[in-house]
């Protein structure tokens, strides 16, 4: 039996009186160089104790509350590059720890992407320049690297080039526990690593190619530990070849593999059959510790057709270690198709200026389905150069099966838009998309309407990050002229920018907008987002003043990052939609001991229904008894209407307009207990 305490705090959350205010902001700015925006926030996330851990990027001088993200004096002159931080606040923003990464001589230093793993570790991803010339130095976490002991990050033999990715585990103390280094080179048709000049790696001089560190897009990890990396390959290098420079390719043959480098020590070569020349998507799939390569997958089946860039969004991992990749690429200027590597059914349609895709992989990294936003028919006369369409985030909500997209539309050839053959009328919007989680189906979206421009993602960022929670979603939000929401209009000067945070409910209906009070010419959406219980917190950069409802961010001469608590109490009860559209079946679920009990409609004005949706325990047990406690706890028991295969009714005709906790006890023994809202008798049945 659930403890009474459990009951009163689900009574509290659901009084209809919420509080709505900022509770804080937390700002830094370090000395930029001019034209560089190197104060920004890439990742938040939240423990289960609300603690807020924020990674970033600074430059020198940056502190906040007093508190300097860069412990000591940086040694030289002109050593002026941006660091990166992760910060401990507390839930009411008390800064409980930061550690740096910090290298000397404009060498880079930085934290792309950072997850909490169960409620105990932090794994990072970033880049880091390991210590090679002699007055090369690294600030990595708390401790001091130079030439003399750069043993510490990695053995010396086999990483000839300094330039790493780094993925780094801390305790939730800050401590860090494990620390990898990874980078790719390649290999010939004789299985040597190739090098600039040729040889085999024996002379001293004769240095490993290595693409831009490990070119890594996003990372999860599962719950035994395994590493998923999203990874932009560029198999493409130059080789010194008698005074000139020679390109070669896995597909023109001269390169027939690729190696990853595991902390200098550890290669593990891959000979894939079917890869583009330059640009594709990869995924790779690494053991805990990286001590084994399991599996790795191409996105793409054989040449793509694009020439330009392609990005990694986000990757997601859900409970059965399903991963979901959403991301864009750009380059194309004509119509064109490709398929899924291992799923020749599976077609991407290449029609836009920029074009995205959301595909599901199960743990062994094999296709499920793909999804993208896609376009009429091109007319005469009409370019791809004239629309674009950006996947950005995802967000996975665990009580609905519902998988949430954040997007951004930009459609001036004025073609109807489509997602699984229905139609989207939108031009230029922002919206988040609805799809089930286990078949990829799209369910609905909801749009931010703006008469000009809408968007998620930032000059800097290639995304931003979106919430889901209790039938609400969140997403940071940027704005030309003016911005639409239930019955706001809020305009700026035409031509000027504006940020906040748009919420909808899980069918698409607009709740609320946050508005951040942040107009530039160029402004950015916040890049990451928090949500925990009652507070969301929101956290970017900015190059211009702001207002956090009652509080002010004041920006001088550098961009500014920020970090904001913003408190809803009723974020913490779910939300239901009562408008014109209603059709009063709204369900709400409970799932407890692998048992699941669903209550409709809800809110409800005379009866509400109770069903039983695990047929085993429809047959076997069902509901012995039924006790209802209203806020005041006063309980008694109820009694329930059985209305056959698992359903029963509950008439509650007579009692006041209210909130009560329905509590049910199977012929097993078993407890669980749903919240039901009773609206006013005047608008119906």
């Known amino acids: 039996m659930k403890k009474f305490i459990s009951l009163l705090i689900l ?4 009084l209809p009186a919420f509080s709505q205010h900022f509770d804080w902001v937390k700002t830094y700015s370090g000395n930029e160089r001019l034209g560089e925006l190197w104060n920004y926030i890439v990742s938040s996330v939240t423990d289960s104790h609300g603690n807020l851990y924020v990674a970033g990027q ?6 906040i509350d007093g508190h300097d993200l860069l412990p000591f004096p940086p040694y030289g002159s002109g050593n002026n590059n941006p660091n990166a931080t992760i910060i401990k606040f507390s839930s009411d923003g008390q800064i409980l720890w930061s550690k740096a990464l910090h290298a000397n001589q404009y060498n880079p230093c930085n934290i792309t992407s950072m997850q909490l793993i169960g409620d105990s570790s932090l794994y990072v991803m970033g880049h880091v320049n390991i210590p090679r010339g002699t007055n090369d130095y690294l600030y990595f976490f708390d401790t001091l690297i130079t030439r003399a002991n750069a043993s510490y990050l990695t053995p010396q033999s086999g990483i000839t080039y300094p330039i790493a990715t780094v993925v780094a585990i801390l305790d939730l103390d800050g401590n860090v526990v494990e620390h990898h280094f990874l980078q790719t080179a390649y290999i010939d048709n004789d299985n040597n690593i190739i090098t600039f000049d040729r040889q085999s790696g024996n002379l001293p001089d004769s240095v490993y190619i290595l693409n831009d560190a490990f070119q890594q897009g996003p990372f999860c990890v599962d719950k035994r530990g395994n590493i998923y990396i999203g990874h932009v390959p560029v198999d493409m290098i130059g080789v010194l070849e008698e005074q000139d420079f020679q390109y070669y390719s896995v597909e023109n043959g001269l390169i027939s593999g690729v190696m990853f480098i595991v902390d200098g020590q550890k290669k593990f070569i891959i000979h894939p059959e079917n890869t583009p020349s330059s640009l594709n998507f990869r995924l790779l799939k690494f053991s805990p510790h990286f001590d084994s390569l399991l599996h790795f997958q191409y996105v793409f089946e054989g040449n793509l057709p694009w020439t330009a860039y392609q ?23 004509s119509e064109d198709t490709c398929s899924i590597q291992d799923a020749p059914d599976m077609m991407l349609h290449i029609n836009s200026y920029m074009n995205t895709f959301l595909a599901k992989y199960d743990s062994d990294l094999s296709p499920i389905y793909i999804k993208q936003i896609d376009y009429g028919v091109l007319e005469n006369g009409i370019s791809v150069l004239d629309r674009h369409n950006l996947f950005h985030a995802i967000c996975i909500d665990k009580d609905s099966n519902a998988l949430f997209v954040s997007a951004t539309v930009n459609n001036d050839s004025n073609e109807p838009l489509f997602v699984d053959n229905n139609v989207i009328e939108l031009r230029k919007s922002a919206i988040i998309l609805r799809f089930d989680k286990e078949s990829g189906n799209y369910i609905t979206y909801g749009n931010a309407n703006s008469s ?3 968007f998620f993602s930032g000059k800097i960022f290639n995304h931003s990050t979106i919430e889901c929670r209790n039938n609400r979603v969140f997403a940071p939000i940027a704005y030309q002229d003016n911005i639409q929401c239930l019955n706001q209009d809020i305009s700026i000067e035409h031509g000027k920018m504006g940020k906040g945070v748009y919420i909808w409910d899980y069918q698409g209906h607009p709740l609320q907008y946050i508005d951040l009070n942040s107009i530039t010419q160029t402004s950015e959406c916040g890049t990451s987002l928090s949500l925990r219980d009652s507070a969301l917190y929101i956290c970017g950069y900015t190059t211009t003043d702001m207002t956090f409802g009652d509080l002010s961010l004041n920006c001088t001469n550098s961009s500014t990052a920020y970090i904001a608590k913003y408190v809803d109490t009723s974020f913490m009860t779910p939300y239901v939609y009562t408008g014109p559209q209603d059709t009063g079946d709204v369900r709400i679920k409970v799932v407890e001991d692998g048992n699941a009990f669903v209550a409709y409609p809800n809110p409800f004005r005379q009866r509400v229904t109770i069903e039983i949706e695990n047929s085993k325990l429809k047959i076997e047990n069902g509901v012995a008894k039924a006790w209802l406690t209203d806020m005041q706890g006063r309980r008694e028991e109820v009694r329930l209407t059985p209305a056959g295969n698992g359903k029963y009714t509950l008439d509650l005709t007579s009692r006041p307009q209210a909130t009560y906790l329905l509590t049910l006890t199977t012929a097993n023994g078993k407890t669980h207990t749903i919240r039901l809202l009773k609206q006013s008798d005047i608008f119906g049945q």
């Open 11 to 14: 009574l509290a959350a659901s």
């Open 58 to 63: 600074f430059a020198n001088g940056a502190s």
């Open 311 to 333: 990005t990694l969004g986000q990757m997601k991992i859900d409970s059965s270690d399903c991963i979901y990749l959403c991301t864009y690429m750009a380059g194309t200027t």
């Open 452 to 454: 000009t421009r809408t």
